[in-house]
């Protein structure tokens, strides 16, 4: 909807033509060839619930440009923004209320493992029903703690759009989600931006998109001497998964924070070489289970000290 106010075009129903150009600009927007697959397949689907007839149905420039932009855009595995990852952008972080707005939301996309379409604006950079905003950002300090409370409206796997509460507590380190959304709200309070505005905007007052999000993701990776090409916006919330992972976090707790219904999680999970190293020493600890065996049992192995 946002694309067809943009360009003045009608979009129901949406003929041939606009399909084709929104389907260049999403491309120009950096989309994957599948994201754009999906997009198509919601405007088809608010097609078939208007009682409009399916738009893609015998359109067969709209096939092949599909097909060109799956053949430019292969699916890339993308590296995690990991803690360490964080670190070491933060030396490059500026005082500006830019860098400021942006250390925020890419503290809160790491330890919330959030899905860049759940804390940005739309691809136009304006505000929608579904965009964070101010209002969805509570902090706490009681008997459980220091944290903040994130709401989120919609995402990918809330079909029925109910939202989520997320708890995000202060780590007391340098980087810490906290403490980074703290002070941007207080400088963004200081600007005098208004609560009808999406939560992360720069200091012009345009959103902060996904586009934007990305460029500036690389611009950090780039100066302190990282390949920006190998990272994505998704590498917060793939790095959030594998620092968890690291730390030590159970399984469940991981899917807890980064809302996973299923195992699906594991795929994000890059196991750091420091930790896959370990695993053979963690295997001859002693456990509960070395109690159980006897000396006389086949599988028992006496623990020493060598």
Not at 88 to 93: A, E, P, Q, R, S
Not at 156 to 162: A, G, I, R, V
Not at 204 to 232: A, C, E, H, P, W
Not at 290 to 301: D, E, G, I, L
Request: hydrophobic share 40%; glycine share 8%; charged share 20%.
């Amino acid at each position: 909807m946002d694309f067809c106010e943009r360009y003045g075009v009608s979009p129901w129903p949406a003929d041939e033509e606009t399909l084709l150009l929104y389907v260049a600009f999403l491309h120009k927007e950096h989309l994957k060839g599948s994201t754009i697959k999906v997009y198509l397949a919601a405007v088809r689907s608010l097609h078939v619930m208007m009682g409009l007839p399916p738009p893609s149905e015998g359109c067969h420039r709209l096939k092949l440009a599909i097909k060109c932009v799956m053949g430019e855009c292969p699916p890339r595995e993308k590296l995690p923004i990991t803690l360490e990852t964080m670190q070491k952008m933060l030396t490059v972080v500026s005082n500006s209320f830019d860098d400021v707005m942006f250390w925020a939301a890419a503290t809160l996309a790491h330890f919330g493992m959030l899905r860049v379409s759940e804390f940005t604006a739309g691809l136009l950079g304006g505000s929608t029903g579904s965009c964070m905003m101010q209002d969805d950002i509570l902090f706490h300090d009681d008997v459980n703690g220091v944290y903040m409370l994130v709401r989120i409206k919609t995402s990918k796997t809330d079909l029925l759009n109910k939202g989520v509460q997320l708890c995000i507590g202060c780590t007391l380190l340098s980087v810490c989600a906290h403490c980074a959304m703290q002070r941007y709200l207080t400088e963004r309070q200081t600007c005098g931006f208004g609560k009808e505005l999406p939560l992360f905007v720069f200091r012009n007052g345009m959103g902060l998109t996904r586009n934007l999000f990305v460029k500036q993701t690389r611009m950090l990776l780039s100066l302190v001497g990282i390949n920006d090409r190998l990272y994505s916006s998704h590498s917060y919330r793939v790095g959030g998964a594998t620092t968890a992972a690291a730390a030590g976090l159970s399984d469940w707790e991981i899917k807890l924070m980064g809302r996973w219904s299923s195992d699906a999680y594991l795929r994000y999970i890059k196991t750091p070489m420091t930790v896959r190293v370990g695993f053979a020493r963690r295997m001859c600890l002693p456990s509960p289970l070395s109690q159980v065996f006897t000396a006389r049992s086949p599988y028992y192995v006496k623990l020493t000290n060598t």
